[in-house]
T-cell receptor
């Protein structure tokens, strides 16, 4: 069976510090991978998605970036965090363009 | 389309009654639709999906209806239980692309 791992579960970072959130998927190959952000009490905003190694599509211009160094690894990064980067970050995967996505448990990021 | 900046509307339902949660989508090219349930502090969980060649699909205690003419999707939950309390999101997918766009979400509250 397939599983998705996302860590850390919670993170408190000062403004201006770097960020690296990691997501890995097990039990499948060549998944589509996604990063979403969710503000408290709000909907899910698509940040990045990837259909293959090294292929990243950015949906929202901002100070975040994503990378996919391996087939089942998706990393969300920032060189300098802003207060507005606080939120609940969710990684998801799906098998192909015609199937549902499965989500990790999320990382709650608080920038102070 | 994305409505990530809006506060979630709330639907309050008596325990045992049926719940109907509605969603409007914006992309006429979307051909795959998914309902997710999100409990507090967790990632969204898949409930049921429907493809654009169908107008109704039933699962266990849940039914999804799709009206492509008015670009409307609904989720019906039969005999609502306390464990159904959560935020419910619809998502749309255009299978010619790979991104999954979420609707604004509805918070379902159960009255005893």
């Amino acid at each position: 069976s397939q599983t998705i791992h996302q860590w850390p579960a919670t993170l408190v970072q000062p403004v201006g510090s770097p960020l690296s959130l990691e997501c890995t998927v097990e039990g499948t190959s060549n998944p589509n991978l996604y990063w979403y952000r969710q503000a408290a009490g709000r909907g899910l905003q698509l940040l990045f998605y990837s259909v293959g190694i090294g292929q990243i599509s950015s949906e929202v211009p901002q100070n975040l970036s994503a990378s996919r160094p391996q087939d089942r690894q998706f990393i969300l990064s920032s060189k300098k965090l802003l207060l507005s980067d606080s939120g609940f970050y969710l990684c998801a995967w799906c098998r192909d363009r015609r199937t549902e996505a499965f989500f990790g448990q999320g990382t709650r990021l608080t920038v102070v | 389309g994305e409505s990530v900046g809006l506060h979630l509307p709330t639907l309050s339902v008596q325990e045992g009654d049926n719940s109907i949660i509605n969603c409007a989508y914006s992309n006429s090219a979307s051909d795959y639709f998914i309902w997710y349930k999100q409990e507090s502090g967790k990632g969204p969980q898949f409930i049921i999906d429907i493809r654009s060649n169908m107008d109704k699909r039933q699962g266990q205690r849940v039914t999804v209806l799709l009206n492509k003419t008015v670009k409307h999707l609904s989720l019906q939950i039969a005999a609502t239980q306390p464990g159904d309390s959560a935020v419910y999101f619809c998502a749309e997918k255009d299978s010619s692309a790979s991104k999954i766009i979420f609707g604004s979400g509805t918070r379902l509250s159960i009255r005893p």
